[in-house]
């Protein structure tokens, strides 16, 4: 069995990740040529739809936030050494979180209380919702692949159950709650900008977008600056060696599930405080799963994250634009685009490595840091071994 390459760390989070996306996009382009489409016309009409306009921006930005959420609902897990597949679910509990709280509370509170409480119920209810099977993995062993998986099935039939029965809006035939009261819609970014005296087009972007980034800084921090998230990442590298350095993996194993459960939550409030307004059936609309690709594409950093975000959102909203200007190029097509991308930055995301070290052994890039290692000030054995846990499960390929 052939050893996993070890790439600098700015090869493994930024190029090979961008040489992936290439791949997949020349692979793409030729699929598209067969099948009778011009590759470059689409690629153009793609980038022109997700990023040609304020509006076109905008959506790119709505789609994005929710995939923020689901795919550091994964990296946060995946870090502990877990494979949260239960972002849909997670997602769909929050939702019937926020909305619970507004359909609860939206009449007798304002905004600027009722929005704050729609945010913690979802995070509050994904939290819970994902602690679970954590709990199940951490004292009976139950994989949280398999439990994740059943956890979203049971969500989504929970909530077709309370939206045909006791939240059901009365007189109506749709199952869906009644719509809700003012002070529980999150408000527009054009609204925002509208009172900064800027002209923006009315969009589904909300104000949810600076939850996201705040998300994501958050959990940078976590990860990489707190004792906590250096906890995490030794359970994630070696349980065993954790348990001897003096780490709960149990307890870390819950809080992490509780913490990636709160972030898929969080969809709720884009989809519903700041879109719907309502709680509907199918407003997770397959996030959930989406979040594993973007967290996988985005190495698991909540930088990573974010830009694999983005590039989503492209697609989505790039997506809906061809759907419009290309007769006969169908969502579909813009599957085969995700599902390629999802190939080559996930499940073959190191196909592309030996070829890179080799470019850069070429080079002189080994060299060069062997050289400069022993320079670095204040550098020790120790040093260097209390390092290595900082990789997480995804650098091992």
Request: aromatic share 8%.
């Amino acid at each position: 069995m052939s050893q996993p390459i070890e790439l600098p760390r700015w090869m493994d989070v930024a190029l090979l990740p961008a040489v992936n996306l290439a791949i997949a996009l020349l692979v793409a382009g030729g699929v598209t040529l067969l099948v009778g489409f011009d590759p470059a016309e689409v690629l153009t009409l793609l980038a022109k739809g997700a990023f040609g306009s304020p509006a076109g921006i905008s959506y790119t930005l709505y789609y994005a936030t929710t995939f923020v959420f689901t795919g550091l609902a994964v990296a946060i897990a995946f870090h502990g050494g877990l494979f949260n597949i239960g972002g849909e679910g997670q997602a769909i509990m929050g939702g019937l979180g926020a909305g619970l709280a507004a359909l609860g509370l939206s009449a007798h509170l304002p905004a600027v209380l009722m929005l704050p409480l729609m945010v913690l119920a979802a995070a509050a209810f994904g939290g819970v919702w994902g602690a679970v099977p954590g709990a199940l993995q951490a004292w009976r062993g139950s994989h949280t692949v398999i439990t994740t998986i059943m956890f979203n099935f049971i969500a989504s039939a929970l909530l077709a159950y309370l939206l045909v029965g006791a939240l059901k809006e009365p007189g109506n035939m749709t199952p869906e709650s009644r719509a809700f009261d003012p002070s529980a819609r999150m408000p527009g970014v054009h609204e925002l900008l509208g009172a900064l005296g800027i002209e923006w087009p009315r969009t589904p972007l909300n104000l949810t977008v600076f939850i996201a980034a705040a998300a994501a800084w958050v959990a940078w921090l976590v990860l990489w600056k707190s004792r906590g998230g250096y906890a995490l990442r030794a359970v994630g590298f070696s349980p065993g060696a954790s348990v001897y350095a003096g780490i709960q993996p149990r307890k870390l194993v819950v809080l992490s599930m509780a913490a990636a459960g709160a972030l898929g939550g969080l969809v709720g409030v884009n989809e519903l405080a700041g879109v719907h307004g309502r709680l509907l059936p199918d407003f997770v609309a397959g996030a959930g799963f989406a979040g594993i690709a973007v967290s996988l594409i985005g190495r698991n950093h909540p930088g990573g994250i974010v830009l694999a975000a983005l590039l989503f959102g492209a697609l989505y909203q790039g997506g809906s634009e061809l759907a419009f200007e290309i007769n006969g190029f169908s969502r579909d097509m813009v599957f085969m685009l995700q599902g390629l991308i999802v190939l080559f930055a996930g499940a073959m995301a190191h196909v592309a490595a030996p070829a890179l070290f080799k470019l850069y052994k070429a080079a002189g890039g080994g060299q060069a840091e062997r050289r400069a290692a022993p320079s670095r000030p204040g550098a020790t054995p120790g040093d260097r071994a209390a390092a290595t846990p900082t990789e997480g499960p995804d650098d091992r390929g």
